[in-house]
């Protein structure tokens, strides 16, 4: 999924030249009253907008695509124009503007992805028969420095197209939108639509489709209603009088205020209703509502992430689960060369970046919960929400809700955990069972084992029983490299485990960390062998998905045959391709407990695979290294595993069927015991 905000490039930019003083201030406010005509077939646009500044001047400065040229100034006079940027000089002070201008806007798709396998289009702007995509990113309204907007928008389409944007929709035109609320950005989606609507608490449901689909749309209008009930009574009243969907016309996941912009693929995949959809009703809230300082960084999404997808799994009895994916993806793409610190997060440009931006923003968030308890942390932040509504809002406001919230300081804790790079690294030493009267005690040593200084941590520790007992945890505060601590237990434990279910930001052990195609594609050196005695048809799509995989990796990944090799080389990671590939039977070998490959079938332990009809991802761990096997007898299936399987990191076993190819079952390896963990016997 790309990333569920969108804010334009040229806007981040701008936010980073502001000094913090100007950013604590509100921003002034420029109205738009905008007209705009729209030919798709040719890509042009052409508008009239008249702007109320927010208070009287001798001149202003604004940017507008370069593809726009100025045909007409109301009230002042054009001085001088440079790369896009224009200056109007008024006679004497004055608040109001009109211009017109015209011309095309079609800057091409371009992936932005620095993942292995995997793309992220965008566009800074389109006008095409496909669809329309306008924001600040191309500047298709004339974007002053230092402002929000308020804008009345009217778009004139070809008959059969809709115009969607932020704001309600006016009566008189169904392509009349009015935001009156400031706002970052003014975008224009435009597109051939069928809408479907339905309102609730004085909130409209809204979902724009390309094609009829009713039942799709009803779907979709519940979750709307279910998700904004949940965050209402979680952060604050919804800021906005509707959320809509929308269909874009190339697979995107961004977030708007008041809507989203998914792709076709995207809407119809079954999971993404339960876990991005809301992720991007919740950025109405939290990027959307209360906007981004991203001169501290940007905390909404981790923030969102933390109370979207993480919540959602929580009230499923997941998020422990889930935890320990987010930690495993941060130690697979979010290497030494690729970390960065969390206050240099703006926006997600590949898997290093989402590991860092979301992922260990979101687990900073838990942290934090924990340290704070529920009742200060979602106080904290309903008063940040109602404090910050339509303004920017940085990492520090965070922290001050939150010490109001809990009467804790924690500008330590902030400052570690925003200005550091890396992870902690827990081991224990000195780890003894005893009884003391009718008592038992474990008694132990934490130590942040990594060369790097210590952080601050909130360790749960947690013995379970074996009578059915309820477990007992203990929230051991840890500022040193080393922490001594006693558990006093009613009875003797089963198991004492330090964090049991991953509420630490952390590196986790490998015991911890089955194998996974995350670990492949996330890896700085691979090498893909190819089957030298394949079918032609077969060998020739095996060639199209190693470059296509290798494409950004193109020093580091390297693609060779298997008669290069007598053997699997050792501590290195390997993609085999082919149930051809002769070193096929190696593997296999060195998992006998696991595989076993005879007679036309291939098997998984207890899953027997078709060597015939079905395709196989297939990740297993050897000496430290990863290994993915990756094999088909049906030519036509391999571009979509090209396309498919780096989306399918967590797992570590896919199967497959058909030409498109349908995914068939998918499976995690389970974890071994951890270091962390200690048993004992009766």
Do not use: C
């Not at 950004?552 to 993609?575: E, H, Y």
């Amino acid at each position: 999924m790309q990333p569920l905000t969108r804010t334009s490039s040229i806007v981040i930019f701008l936010i980073l030249l502001l000094s913090s003083a100007q950013l604590a201030a509100a921003l002034p406010i420029v109205h738009h009253q905008i007209d705009a005509v729209i030919t798709p077939d040719t890509g042009e646009i052409s508008v009239n907008d008249t702007m109320t500044l927010p208070q009287d001047d001798k001149a202003v400065r604004f940017h507008l695509h370069p593809g726009l040229e100025i045909t007409g100034i109301e009230g002042g006079q054009l001085t001088t124009t440079v790369k896009g940027t224009h200056t109007v000089q008024f006679s004497g002070p004055k608040r109001e503007l009109t211009l017109h201008y015209s011309g095309k806007i079609r800057d091409a798709l371009v992936d932005v992805s620095d993942s292995a396998g995997k793309t992220q289009h965008t566009t800074h702007g389109w006008i095409g028969p496909e669809g329309v995509f306008l924001s600040g990113s191309a500047p298709w309204y004339p974007l002053l420095d230092n402002t929000r907007v308020e804008f009345d928008l009217t778009v004139t389409l070809p008959n059969g197209w809709s115009a969607i944007s932020q704001g309600i929709q006016q009566p008189d035109a169904s392509n009349h939108w009015r935001e009156t609320n400031p706002q970052d950005d003014i975008y224009l989606i435009a597109g051939k639509y069928r809408r479907y609507e339905s309102t609730r608490d004085k909130i409209s449901a809204q979902v724009y489709l390309h094609q009829p689909d009713s039942q799709l749309a009803q779907r979709y209008l519940q979750a709307t209603h279910r998700y904004l009930q949940l965050y209402n009574t979680l952060i604050g009243r919804y800021p906005y009088r509707k959320f809509a969907l929308v269909e874009n016309f190339w697979n995107t996941g961004y977030g708007m205020p008041s809507f989203t912009l998914l792709g076709p693929a995207v809407i119809r995949l079954p999971f993404i209703i339960h876990t991005s959809y809301p992720h991007e009703i919740l950025h109405n809230w939290f990027g959307n509502g209360v906007f981004v300082d991203y001169s501290e960084g940007n905390w909404s999404e981790g923030l969102t992430t933390y109370l979207a997808d993480h919540l959602l799994r929580e009230k499923r009895g997941k998020a422990a689960d889930y935890r320990r994916s987010t930690l495993q993806n941060f130690a697979n793409h979010a290497v030494p060369e690729n970390d960065f610190p969390l206050s240099q997060f703006t926006a997600r440009h590949g898997d290093s970046s989402q590991a860092i931006g979301y992922g260990k923003s979101m687990m900073f968030f838990h942290m934090l919960r924990i340290r704070l308890g529920d009742k200060a942390f979602f106080q904290g932040l309903q008063d940040f929400f109602s404090r910050h509504l339509f303004q920017q809002a940085s990492y520090d406001d965070l922290r001050t809700a939150w010490e109001k919230s809990s009467g804790k300081t924690l500008k330590p804790f902030f400052n570690q955990w925003l200005n550091r790079t890396g992870a902690p690294r827990l081991s224990v030493e000195n780890a003894t069972l005893s009884r003391q009267g009718n008592h038992t005690i474990f008694s132990a040593t934490l130590l942040q084992s990594q060369h790097a200084a210590p952080f601050p941590l909130t360790v749960p520790v947690t013995a379970t029983f074996a009578d059915g007992q309820q477990s007992v945890t203990k929230n051991i505060e840890m500022n040193s490299r080393k922490k001594s601590f006693t558990l006093e237990l009613q009875s003797q434990p089963k198991r004492v485990a330090i964090d049991l279910n991953f509420d630490v930001f952390r590196q986790l052990y490998p015991e911890e960390s089955p194998a996974t195609l995350s670990a492949l594609f996330g890896s700085r050196h691979v090498t893909i062998v190819l089957p030298s005695n394949a079918p032609t048809p077969l060998l020739k799509n095996y060639q199209s998905l190693a470059r296509q995989w290798q494409a950004k990796r193109q020093n580091d990944w390297k693609i060779i045959t298997d008669k290069a090799l007598d053997t699997l080389p050792k501590g290195q990671d390997i993609i085999l391709l082919g149930w051809e590939n002769r070193l096929v039977d190696e593997f296999v070998g060195k998992h006998p407990d696991r595989l076993e490959n005879k007679a036309g079938k291939f098997q998984v332990q207890d899953h027997t695979l078709n060597v015939e009809k079905d395709s196989l991802a297939l990740a297993l761990k050897n000496s430290g290294s990863t290994t993915l096997l990756v094999a088909t007898s049906n030519p036509k299936a391999i571009p979509g595993l090209a396309r498919k399987l780096p989306h399918y990191g967590k797992y570590g076993l896919l199967v497959f069927s058909g030409d498109q190819p349908e995914i068939r079952e998918k499976m995690q390896w389970e974890i071994l015991r951890s270091p962390l963990t200690f048993s004992f016997g009766d």
